[in-house]
């Protein structure tokens, strides 16, 4: 389902016309699809109806409270990472006993603190973090439910910097090696471990890699319960990966849940899964306005009031994202090779590169495509550029979800020292 579409030659965000968007808040801004958002989440946990599966939504993806407190409407927990997302998580309606708490680098304050608001469960990436968690839990007289997240050193086929579940990588205990940590886990005070968690990576485009770390996990799952550790679910993380161009085609969240069920129904295992990109990427643009045209001999370039600050997969991952003019180009329109650039003061700041487009001029509107994940939430005020804003449509409604700041909080956010003020004239 796709709710972008041109209508009478104009882009609509569902029943709302992008440049109307663009006359209220200004560019450049996100726009969101609430109803896209709800289609994707439903298809997830459709796809799972009948067995015992909690969809953990992974706020990394687009933690916006308003886009959060949409999926826990739908009954969705979440996955976090910080104290911060945890927070946010509560207070956008997320029930605490539906929250995962993930990560290589939690700190005790972190801890302490998720164990008071009383989260479901920490998914323990280390020894020295499971000792940690011991002491912090058992000193307040608690216990905290873990689950250890092992590496199965799979290859998730998918671009390196987003590539978690080889033993090279910084995340989860690699298996067998992990064995011992769920014994002495078993055997710590404030720590009942029953759980095994994996996540192999992000944008992943086939099963296989899946499937290769998912009989791992059942294979340990056996092995734990021999060793008489009581293994009674299993988190099996996120990374579904989505069509960011017309030619990719990642498997649907049907196939993937006839494969989990294939590989894992005989364990008698809870579920929990940790989709992210998959629930937002596709319900979001990033709507920006061309500044210049301008033509070298050897390039032409479009130059655009959104940046590397506001949307860095391109730069960060080579990622591609579609750009769309906001108004319909005439299908016999002449193309010609534009690269889509920001303002920023770095030849990396790139939206898009070579790609074809009909003639453009200042002030047009473009929109780049499946920007809903890792998009506002990668956001910096870089070059002193006010962060981006968001807005949710609903139907023929748009509210705004995070405003664009002004320059008096930009100038706010730092403080300059009596010692540098002190004698100098306003
Ligand atoms: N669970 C864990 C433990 C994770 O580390 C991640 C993502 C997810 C779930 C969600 O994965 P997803 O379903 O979204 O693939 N900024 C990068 C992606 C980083 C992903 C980090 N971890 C990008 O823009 O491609």
């Known amino acids: 389902m796709d709710l972008f579409a041109y209508r009478d030659g104009r882009l609509f965000v569902e029943d709302v016309a992008v440049e109307d968007i663009a006359r209220a808040v200004g560019t450049p801004f996100y726009a969101y699809s609430a109803g896209m958002m709800q289609a994707q989440y439903r298809a997830f946990a459709d796809a799972f109806s009948g067995t015992d599966a909690t969809v953990c939504y992974a706020m ?40 995962v708490f993930s990560g290589v680098g939690k700190t005790k304050q972190e801890m302490a603190a998720a164990l008071s608001l009383g989260i479901l469960q920490f998914n323990v990436e280390s020894e020295p973090e499971l000792l940690a968690l011991s002491e912090v839990a058992s000193g307040r007289g608690m216990t905290a439910q873990v689950a250890i997240r092992i590496n199965p050193d799979v290859d998730a086929a998918t671009h390196a910097k987003i590539s978690t579940g ?19 886990a078993a055997r710590l005070p404030g720590i009942k471990v029953s759980g095994i968690t994996v996540h ?25 319960r021999d060793d008489g550790i009581a293994i009674d679910h299993l988190d099996l993380g996120g990374g579904l990966g989505v069509q960011y161009r017309s030619g990719d085609n990642p498997p649907s969240p049907a196939d993937y849940a006839a494969m989990v069920k294939r590989v894992t129904s005989n364990l008698g295992c809870r579920l929990f899964f940790e989709p992210g990109r998959l629930l937002v990427a596709n319900a ?12 070298t001999e050897h390039k032409r370039f479009a ?20 750009v769309v003019p906001v108004k319909e180009p005439d299908d016999d329109a002449p193309r010609r090779r534009v690269d889509i650039v920001g303002p920023v003061c770095e030849t990396g700041d790139v939206l898009a590169l070579d790609r074809p487009m009909p003639d453009l001029i200042a002030d047009d509107l473009l929109a780049v495509r499946s920007a809903g ?23 023929a409604d748009f509210a705004v979800i995070r ?3 002004t320059y008096e909080d930009l100038l706010s956010a730092d403080v300059i020292p009596d010692w540098l003020t002190a004698g100098r004239s306003t």
């Open 303 to 322: 130059i655009v009031d959104a940046a590397m600050n506001d949307l860095i997969r391109p730069t960060l991952y080579d990622a591609h994202h579609e």
């Open 403 to 405: 405003p664009r700041p």
């Open 200 to 224: 192999i990576g992000s944008q992943l485009t086939s099963l296989a890699p899946f499937e290769a770390a998912f009989r791992i996990v059942a294979g340990a799952v056996q092995t734990l």
């Open 60 to 99: 990394k993806a687009n933690s916006n409270r308003a886009v959060v407190a949409l999926f826990a409407q739908l009954g969705a927990g979440a996955d976090t990472v910080s104290e911060g997302e945890i927070r946010l998580a509560i207070s956008a309606g997320v029930p605490p006993q539906k929250i």
């Open 166 to 184: 080889k033993k090279e990588n910084k995340f989860g205990i690699p298996w067998p090696q992990a064995r011992a940590v769920f014994a002495q």
């Open 284 to 295: 979001g643009i990033l709507v920006t306005r061309l500044i210049y045209l301008k033509e």
């Open 373 to 395: 994940a890792y998009g506002a939430v990668m956001a910096s005020s870089y070059n002193a550029r006010l962060l981006v804003p968001e807005v949710l449509v609903n139907g």
